[in-house]
């Protein structure tokens, strides 16, 4: 049986640093000096996907979006 995980995009271009996805700080973190997010990683476990499709509702840039992947 398949197994399913969240693949988190971010787009560097459109992030402007406001800082809302660092509730899941595990995933993302921001440069300080460029105020733009980053992903520490680009993968959470799919138990976490009704977690990160409230952080693209929130994210007043549009910045991130996910997908669902096959294993």
């Given amino acids: 049986m398949a197994s ?3 693949e988190v995009i971010l787009d560097a271009l459109k992030c402007q640093g406001y800082g809302l996805c660092l509730g899941a700080d595990d995933v993302f973190e921001l440069d ?9 990683q680009r993968f ?3 138990s976490r996907k009704d977690e990160f499709e409230q952080l693209v509702r929130d ?4 910045a991130i979006s996910l997908r669902v992947l096959q294993e």
Avoid: G, T
């Fill in 32 to 40: 300080s000096v460029a105020n733009i997010a980053h992903l520490k």
């Fill in 44 to 46: 959470v476990d799919i």
């Fill in 4 to 6: 399913e995980k969240v």
């Fill in 59 to 62: 994210c007043p840039a549009a």
